[in-house]
């Protein structure tokens, strides 16, 4: 009886499987550091309307 070697990578359809999936945590934006900068933009211009006002 002979064994098959056993490849502890996996086979080659097995790594394509892999490389050819979506990586499932970055699919979208990160939405909290969107609305960090949307806050960040907004005291900058609340900022600079107030130093135009002096």
């Given at each position: 009886?002979?064994?098959?070697?056993?490849?502890?990578?996996?086979?080659?359809?097995?790594?394509?499987?892999?490389?050819?999936?979506?990586?499932?945590e970055?699919?979208?934006?990160?939405?909290?550091?969107?609305?960090?900068?949307a806050v960040?933009?907004?005291?900058?211009?609340v900022?600079?309307?107030?130093?135009?006002?002096?």
């Amino acid at each position: 009886m002979s064994q098959t070697p056993n490849d502890p990578a996996g086979t080659t359809h097995q790594f394509q499987n892999f490389a050819n999936r979506a990586p499932a945590e970055k699919s979208g934006p990160n939405m909290p550091l969107v609305v960090g900068l949307a806050v960040v933009a907004v005291v900058v211009v609340v900022g600079v309307i107030a130093l135009m006002m002096v």
